[in-house]
């Protein structure tokens, strides 16, 4: 049973435009939520993450938002570039397990 | 040079066959995990260890075995290796608190035939 889904392969947004990712969770326990950059031949690279204290964290054009009640947490790209177009993972972890558990991720592709 | 390297990035071998796959940091970090990618499923966890006293197995540990050799290194042994096991490796590294977020070598493709 998948605790962290994923459930859009892919994405395409025209540049300048807004991206928006999203990431459902079933697990009630997990508390802290990342999202992770991967390019082809790469490993995957942290990009933003929240605690379940919050319900917003941002860092320039990356917003992350938590919806606990829905278990919902979703990815804004704004403006989208280009270079933004990689898949995009998301992972969750609870308390005092020291491990996360990972989306099956989301291709986004920016159009130029 | 990269923080997390993985070596070999690629190999094709037989069935049957040992196989390690080793991870060097230079990070630091008390932490080390072992993952597996696989087409429409993500990420999934094979082993972890805390320090190099502590193994720890993951969701997906069957047919494999780890050993910390040292609080830089980590490696992952397929000691008789099966078709279902192509697919692309990770290493990752984080320090030892919670809530910190992981830092991934560039994988291993791993095919075996």
């Known amino acids: 049973d998948q605790q962290v889904k994923q459930n859009s392969p892919s994405l395409s947004v025209q540049e300048g435009r807004i991206s928006i990712l999203n990431c459902d969770y079933t697990?009630?326990?997990?508390?802290?939520f990342l999202w992770y950059k991967k390019y082809p031949a790469e490993g995957p690279t942290f990009l933003i993450s929240?605690?379940?204290?919050?319900d917003k964290n941002e860092d320039g054009r990356f917003t992350v938002f938590l919806n606990k009640s829905a278990k919902h947490l979703s990815l804004h790209i704004v403006p989208s570039q280009p270079g933004d177009s990689a898949v995009y993972f998301c992972?969750?972890?609870?308390?005092?397990?020291?491990?996360?558990?990972f989306g099956t991720g989301t291709r986004l592709k920016v159009l130029a | 040079d990269a923080d997390v390297t993985q070596t070999p990035r690629n190999r094709i071998t037989k069935t049957g066959k040992r196989i390690m796959l080793e991870c060097s940091q230079t990070?630091?970090?008390?932490?080390m995990y072992w993952y597996r990618q696989d087409p429409g499923l993500g990420l999934r966890l094979i082993y972890y260890?805390?320090?190099?006293?502590?193994?720890n197995k993951g969701e997906i540990s069957d047919g494999y075995s780890v050993s910390r050799q040292a609080q830089a290194k980590f490696s992952l042994s397929l000691e008789s290796a099966i078709p279902n096991q192509t697919a692309l490796y990770f290493c990752?590294?984080?320090?030892?608190?919670?809530?910190?977020?992981?830092?991934f070598g560039d994988g291993t493709r791993l095919s075996i035939l």
């Open positions: 990752a590294t984080s320090e030892g608190a919670d809530y910190q977020p992981q830092h």
């Open positions: 990070k630091g970090h008390d932490r």
């Open positions: 697990n009630s326990m997990f508390d802290y």
């Open positions: 992972a969750a972890s609870a308390r005092g397990t020291y491990k996360y558990i």
């Open positions: 260890s805390f320090d190099v006293k502590d193994i």
């Open positions: 929240i605690s379940s204290i919050k």
